[in-house]
């Protein structure tokens, strides 16, 4: 199982981004899964968070501006970036609780994180 997030880039303030995280491998569901973000120098923070039942909940800096969504045929899960200010520049990571079949046919739940896909918001 992997996950593979996309979607950084170069955006200007009041810009919006949209990122992607898809998992891979023989997935059988996804439950909880979320968005962190890590600073040059800093630790690495809580962004957006969602559960299979589509409650969600959000780091109070970023809330009302980006929403954590999921399509779960394809396996990905979505963060929309709007009104980015320039404190949003960061790497940002996903992280997710994968339920996922093993070579004899036994399902297993364990977490993973995606490599990180940098976002920079500057003019």
């Known amino acids: 199982v992997q996950l593979q997030a996309s979607g950084g880039g170069l955006v200007q303030p009041g810009g919006s981004l949209r990122l992607s995280c898809a998992a891979s491998?023989?997935?059988?569901?996804?439950?909880?899964v979320g968005w962190y973000r890590q600073a040059p120098g800093t630790q690495r923070d809580f962004v957006a968070g969602?559960?299979?039942?589509?409650?969600?909940d959000y780091a109070a800096s970023v809330k009302g501006r980006f929403t954590i969504s999921r399509d779960n045929a394809k396996n990905t899960v979505y963060l929309q970036m709007n009104s980015l200010k320039p404190e949003d520049t960061a790497v940002y990571y996903c992280?997710?609780?994968?339920?996922?079949?093993?070579?004899?046919?036994?399902?297993?739940?364990?977490?993973?994180w995606g490599q990180g896909t940098q976002v920079t918001v500057s003019s």
């Open positions: 491998g023989n997935i059988f569901s996804i439950n909880r």
């Open positions: 992280n997710g609780d994968v339920v996922y079949w093993s070579s004899k046919g036994i399902l297993y739940e364990n977490n993973y």
């Open positions: 969602g559960t299979g039942s589509g409650s969600a």
